[in-house]
């Protein structure tokens, strides 16, 4: 009876040195539900057991936007509606206990469950509980492997998980993930899929090469080594390869959105059908290796009437089974991926060991989806500062407290940017695969959850500070406005830093005093420089000539404030010298430019007197149209493929002009009227900073262009270039090779593209210059020496993966075609050394201080620095998440952020107490979970692991974290 | 609770001279149930009530076959799947109480009922008893109104009725006729409607220019009368013209088939649209009588996923009627057409009268519907003929008792026939209107069902004659073949007349003998004539090189047998002369012939001493391709638009030929190697036969062609001709005018043209020239004292109305083109007595005599003579209907069947007595029903009918039958 039925809480008690706890981590399942492997249906031993699956796979946004597909809009553009998918099935499903179902993007199952009446939530969970509605994945998307960043994805797959956690108890936890759709894999999502606690994983898209010689040696099951830092099997996760990509086999797709023939089996008709179906479903081979299959019976918004598939289904599996008695051993069966992963994990047999990814993805010889890896610059660069925001915004919320969310500027949230960062991750999103109206409302959703978070940030840095004066958000320092530092005389700047160490950071802002008296927290006058700001390089769309330059220092997860004060009949700004210079250095870095070119010549460390060869250059490939004697692809918003192999020069000299100053050096150099870079040398700084500016790319040629920058050295690179795996480990590459399988290379270029997520690096025995850069990109190495970037796309044709709209950004401020600029960070070190200086250099891209203002003078009481660390934590640790989780808990992510073999100094385990971590708040007690926080880490147990899982006992405060290593930790606090 | 309803058969006493009959005539209803008017929701008298009607229109057949409708097949050619239709609905239905839905077509509606749960039964009758789930019209198909004979249309609706009545009880009795599709509207459906007990009557399309003039003089509802014979109100019937045809208004199609936007009423959400969708709701605007409008909410194959609709539905009435607080004086409601209709009669309002009909059909000023009245032309044949074989399979159920359906042949049936028959009669089906191989498997259904009635046939006449020899059909004599006669010696001929008077009827009969005996029943020899078959004329395709003719005298409702024998050294064969004769003549008619041309030149009747001047020829139009300046609207299935008004003729001259003998006398034209015509006289015969024979016709010009003959007399027609409607009531057409507006003619060829079911006349005071069709046809009377009347079309253009093929009918025996035959049969006549001439006449074509045959000797105790009646019907009384209704009871029809100004002779009340009706029926009781026999007659209670209907008490076996009457009775019959 479900009206009976009733839902406890679990409460989990926990021993610590802090004293015992309870702490609620979902709903307990009623004691009757068979979910999760239990609720299985029987497989028959001697016979070839075919699990169906049905299934959805509901894009979160992709030629609609996510509220499209959600209530069935624009169904002109594609016919789509989510909230009657589930309708739907939950009444399928109701007909007939026999039936599953999987759901999987909790983004969209979150917003149906709250329209939901109570009565429907209790059969839905009844669902559930009898395992007839499963959820996997289950993080708000599901999201792209080749574009985000792990923290953005480790923070979408907690939101949902935690969502099925509260809804549903352990029977709503997913045990296997599953990405039917993403564009190729990354090693380090199955890493942090293991982390998650899932039994396996199941993709659907490979290299077509990699498909056919595994499916000849039965390899479409394979055991994924994720991590070559973590002890196995804390991140091997069981894979598989699902037959059909995840569409059901021809001939037998029963959805409104098919033609297949239905079964029809009133004997009387003419059209009768069944031997036909039966016939034709006994023909279907598997090439797997055990006597399961399993049979993905969806597709993209399937199930919207689900009675069709159903209907159909259940005659299928009673036709077909009948045929049993007439001794076929076919037995075919309603499943689940995990029912069928249960199956395998039976036959407990040996797979195959996988230690690399599946980049790049091709579907067909000329057909590499390596594009989208730098589709939509801007896009992509908005969703990794859009991170950078909210870290800071979840960081505030714990450390200002509940005035955060309700203070004197109103009440604000981290929800809102949460969820919109949550769907950016999916793989039609921060990807740059979806239609421009789609991407535009992406970028809307950002702006308005950064709408949120900034009530909450000033609430926040109200309490901190004691300040509650107006603060100011500059949200368009990149392109040099903002409207309180062009027309202040007197303002503060508080830059909040949110890593867990002090940091240095060149503050840029745009002027119009020539000279400005600029003071730190304790009324010191610090170094600053103005500079003409030259509009033809920064394309400004502000009122300021000038440009203000300072040195800033923020303390660990904290803030300091400076004061910026208007120097009357101050010197003038520093001018712009229209030689090139030879050189530019710093303490630690010399660049050699080309007089004849204006080109960079060379890079040399001071510190380890190392010097490289180095020429840079930007180029564009001729993106193919189609027109072509070996295939008709395009380039597209998913391909890359261009005509030639050599790309066009977009100039061979560099118009330059440079401006040294002792805080700055700059030479900016002009390329084509779309081209410019700013190569730049702080004072301070360990890495020379490119500002690429490109844009609009001229189409008027009727050629579309994939703009590069390549940088040519001399390193002696042996065809081997380096890229990371979503901001984490980094992965050798080798061109023209695949680790698993005997490439037959047809694209050399388009077919040697890696995803690069927050660096790639080239080196060979003495030097290795690494880039890091400040969102996803492309790029390879295709010659000796040589690392080449995608910047810039704009194309002409649709490349018939379905988006149908040619890559051609253009909008009401960029109605010539966009203009994007980005900065690429070069570091030059030896090999044993340089991951000391790339993994800390790529942090502070990706968590980049936040600069907030205040007009005039500050309320003498105001508070002008704090820290919310006690210390700043080892440079081996990264304070990866921290985030209110309820009243009194706060979610905690310690991170190594150090591979096991990438230095000496910080490659070593390190310890770190939890107790002695805050200034403001109390740790009351610990909880450790799994890596997306909807298990406790000691109740995990995966199929997978042979040996129990090394964690150790939370006895004391103290906790290490190994190379890699990511922990995540519930906190009972108090505020101090 | 539904587990505990219980159903009881109604047991209706009646009271008869005959005795006490218990009879049980459908099931009634549980005595709490709420159907019909009494389950509407309440309106609001001060507002505007806005009734919605979810509803789905599903062809019975169009651009599938009716088979790959119910199952959802072929959804390439168009998505539609009736099963999933039914089973959402219902789905939907259960989920809120108020929710309404109608449904239309028992041939769907059967099928799925036949395939449920008794569990879903009892559901779904739950459904019907409170007037959620509620049958409109409910035949089995809406039948076409342009091209069907009223004796398959009260077929198809009894069998529609009869099933919701014996599974619904009173409940499932539809109270409103439902033809919202149909090309144009009948007068004698009306008729039809009115005497089934429906309360009103609605559809959809109607002439543009009498629309925007109803919307004037807000006319579009009205009273129709649809007799000018019938005593009102008998005919009488509400009609209410829907406002949007059958869609739902433009922005509010929440089908999944549309695009409309759904109703997004999450205030969180960018695209939140519900006061957008209410103030567009609010806009629409209503040119009606009555504070009430009806909005139909579907169309075509809509409510596959009903979820969408009613979802949509419900937020559109919270959010509409919400607006009443803030004074809105609109009140939205789900309704159903009986819930409107029932608000439109409590106004006690007036309508406007209306006694002509709808034809032709206009959609836009070059857009005349009115090819279709000839479309396929050999379907029309087919279906026409099959209505005679199942008239006469339904009569020798009832003759032949028990034994028909299971005897010496085996099982036979007769409602294979009748459904085949009832799915024929679909407004796509007979029409002409739907793709080719939809029309192949109407056709295909036709067979099957003659081939389950041939062994029931068979069984029947076995029983009748005592005689189990095999019994052969030979159903290609049209083209004269029939092996049987072709190679035997010996063989007889059994001749059953369908009709309640004797015939006399010419036999003609593919042989290879020159001469033959043919003996009656008696023994006595009768006249025979061998004649050389001209196979230029006759295209056959079977081997006789002869033909033998004799005329054949049946009995009524019975037959007779002949027996026929190859005289050895017989004479020759009648030969051919090749000069065409002046003259043919009989002892009733004479013919003449132009010696020049070969073509007719007058026609006298010798009995009347009239002649007219009459020439015949046949011509083609060029059917328009579109490319017009006028409009780009080409010929079609549909649609018949001539490139010019001045048609093409086919050949001034025709090559002549002729044959001579006692029985029959032939002048044989030939015109075109594709057009050729025997002109006909039978010794005994009143009526002249112009059997032509067009096809295939030519298009390698590229021209499409719509072939017609022409008749042109000296009859003075004053822009006055008349057609039949449905085979029954003559009605006057004027030329260039519409008895209701100003009509605009803008197709002076096609904006004349009306449909043709079994005859068209023109006169003056003296003369009264009839033609007699085989089937449906279009024509019109274009000059004075013409008729021309659409034979054939062959077109080359897809007319944009959904069929997407042009009509053009090649198949595997005719790849060059449909060739089809048909016979014309002429009648002059004095105009007031024409009808006793062209009534009869035309019975004979619709009911004509069944041959069969069989080898050999027969056995000496064969009864070669029968008659199922005790004595000949009247002339004005015609025997409609002779069915098995159950195993004791048969459905009776006698049909008065001359209007009342007809005939001075014919147009008088007669009576008849049932009692003393059947040889070998004992008639144990009657009694006496509605038309469609659902419903007995003392308790059929119309909204239209201001007086009692006047019906007289069956108190004794005698009943009246008035002109153009039609009663249906129910006998309780024993065999003798």
Request: charged content about 20%; proline content about 6%.
């Amino acid at each position: 009876n479900m009206a009976a039925m009733s839902l406890q809480l679990t409460v989990v008690s926990l021993f610590l040195l802090g004293g015992v706890l309870t702490f609620p981590l979902g709903q307990e399942a009623e004691h009757t539900s068979t979910c999760g492997y239990e609720s299985c249906h029987p497989t028959k031993p001697d016979m070839l057991n075919v699990h169906l699956v049905p299934h959805t796979h509901d894009d979160v946004g992709w030629l609609k936007t996510v509220d499209q597909y959600f209530y069935g809009d624009r169904n002109d553009i594609q016919h789509a509606g989510v909230q009657y998918i589930l309708d739907s099935v939950v009444d399928q499903l109701l007909k007939n206990p026999d039936r599953r179902f999987i759901y999987v993007e909790t983004a969209f199952f979150y917003r149906w469950w709250r329209q939901q009446s109570s009565s429907m939530q209790q059969t839905v969970k009844q669902l559930v509980n009898e395992g007839r509605l499963e959820f996997v994945n289950g993080g708000w998307c599901m999201s792209d492997e080749a574009t985000t960043h792990y923290s953005a994805v480790i923070d979408q797959m907690t939101m949902g998980l935690r969502f099925l956690n509260e809804t549903f108890g352990p029977c709503g936890r997913p045990r296997v993930a599953w990405h039917i759709d993403p564009f190729g894999h990354a090693r380090e999502h199955a890493s942090m899929f293991a982390q998650m606690g899932y039994d396996g994983f199941f993709f659907g898209r490979l290299d077509y090469q990699d498909r056919a010689r595994r499916m000849m040696y039965r390899e479409q099951e394979l055991l994924w080594r994720a991590s070559d830092s973590l002890t196995p099997p804390m991140a091997d996760l069981f894979t598989g390869i699902l037959p059909n990509g995840y569409n059901p086999p021809e001939g037998f797709c029963w959805d409104q959105s098919c033609d297949d023939a239905p079964i029809r089996d009133d004997p009387d008709l003419e059209d009768y059908n069944v031997d036909d179906v039966v016939k034709r479903f006994l023909a279907i081979s598997a090439v797997y290796k055990t006597n399961h299959i399993i049979m993905t019976m969806g597709s993209d918004f399937q199930y919207e009437n689900a009675n069709l598939w159903y209907k159909n289904l259940d005659k299928l599996i009673h036709y077909v089974n009948a045929q049993q008695a007439n001794g076929i051993k076919v037995n075919v069966l309603y499943s689940t991926p995990s029912c069928y992963l249960q199956e395998l994990h039976r036959t407990n047999l040996t797979w195959a060991l996988k230690n690399d990814d599946f980049f790049p993805y091709a579907d067909d010889a000329h057909d590499f989806w390596t594009g989208y890896f730098t589709s939509r610059p801007a896009l992509k660069r908005y969703e990794r500062i859009s991170n950078s925001n909210l870290q800071m915004c979840n960081q505030l919320e714990v450390l200002g407290g509940p005035v955060s969310r309700r203070g004197p500027f109103g009440v604000g949230d981290s929800k809102t940017m949460k969820e919109a960062m949550a769907v950016a991750q999916h793989h039609d999103a921060v990807s740059g695969t979806e239609k421009q109206h789609v991407a535009n409302d992406y970028a809307r959703r950002l702006a308005n959850g950064w709408q949120h978070c900034q009530v909450l940030v000033s609430n926040s840095l109200a309490g901190l500070s004691g300040s509650t004066a107006e603060r100011i958000y500059c949200d368009n320092l990149n392109i040099s406005v903002c409207p309180l530092t062009e027309s202040s005389k007197k303002f503060s700047v508080n830059v909040y830093n949110p890593l867990a160490r002090p940091v240095t950071w060149p503050v840029r802002l745009p002027v119009n005093g020539t000279a400005y008296v600029v003071s730190d927290a304790n009324g010191k006058s610090v170094d600053s420089q103005v500079s003409f700001s030259t509009r033809e390089v920064r394309r400004s769309r502000g009122f300021a000539v000038n440009e203000l330059v300072f040195q800033v220092q923020a303390p660990p997860l904290g803030y300091t404030t400076y004061s910026v004060s208007l120097l009357q009949n101050g010197p003038p700004p520093a001018s712009t010298q229209h030689h090139t210079p030879t050189a530019i250095k710093n303490k630690f870095l010399q660049v050699t430019f080309d007089p004849d070119t204006g080109l960079l010549s060379s890079l040399s460390n001071l510190e380890t007197k190392q010097t490289i060869k180095l020429t840079q250059n930007f180029y564009w490939y001729n993106a193919s149209d189609g027109n072509n004697v070996e295939s008709i692809q395009p380039s597209g918003a998913y391909i890359f493929r261009p005509n030639s192999s050599t790309p066009f020069v977009i100039s061979k000299t560099a118009k330059t002009e440079s401006i040294q100053t002792p805080a700055v050096q700059e030479v900016r150099q002009w390329f084509s009227p779309w081209v410019s870079q700013v190569v730049r040398l702080y004072a301070d700084s360990r890495a020379l900073e490119l500002e690429w500016t490109v844009g609009p790319v001229p189409i008027d040629d009727d050629l579309g262009k994939e703009v590069i920058t390549r940088l040519d050295t001399s390193i002696q690179t042996a065809q081997y270039f380096y890229t990371d795996s979503n901001g984490r480990e980094v992965l050798q590459r080798k061109t023209d090779f695949r680790p698993t399988w005997n490439l037959k290379q047809s694209e050399p270029i388009a077919g040697n593209y890696y995803p690069i997520n927050s660096r790639a690096f080239i080196k060979d025995d003495d030097d290795q210059l690494t880039v890091v850069t400040d969102r996803s990109q492309g790029g390879g190495s295709i010659n000796n020496g040589s690392l080449e970037i995608m910047l810039h796309r704009r194309l002409l044709y649709d490349d018939v993966r379905g988006v149908a709209e040619p890559l051609n950004e253009t909008s009401g401020i960029f109605p010539k075609g966009l203009v994007v600029r980005g900065r690429l960070l070069l570091s030059l070190d030896r090999p044993a050394s340089a991951a000391d200086a790339h993994r800390p250099l790529a942090q502070e891209v990706v968590l980049q201080p936040l600069l907030t203002f205040t007009g005039g003078d500050l309320h003498p009481n105001t508070r002008l620095e704090f820290s919310g660390l006690q210390a700043a934590l080892p440079p081996a640790v990264h304070l990866l998440t921290l985030s209110q989780w309820d009243k009194d808990s706060v979610l905690l992510r310690l991170e190594h952020q150090f591979q096991s073999w990438e230095s000496k100094v910080n490659s070593q385990p390190v310890t770190v107490n939890l107790q002695k971590l805050f200034t403001t708040l109390d740790v009351l007690g610990v909880s450790e979970l799994n890596l997306s926080a909807n298990q406790w880490k000691d109740e995990m147990k995966r199929f997978t692991c042979n040996s129990p899982p090394t964690f150790e006992d939370p006895s004391t405060w103290e906790v290490t974290l190994r190379p890699m290593e990511i922990r995540t930790f519930l906190l009972k606090v108090g505020l101090r």
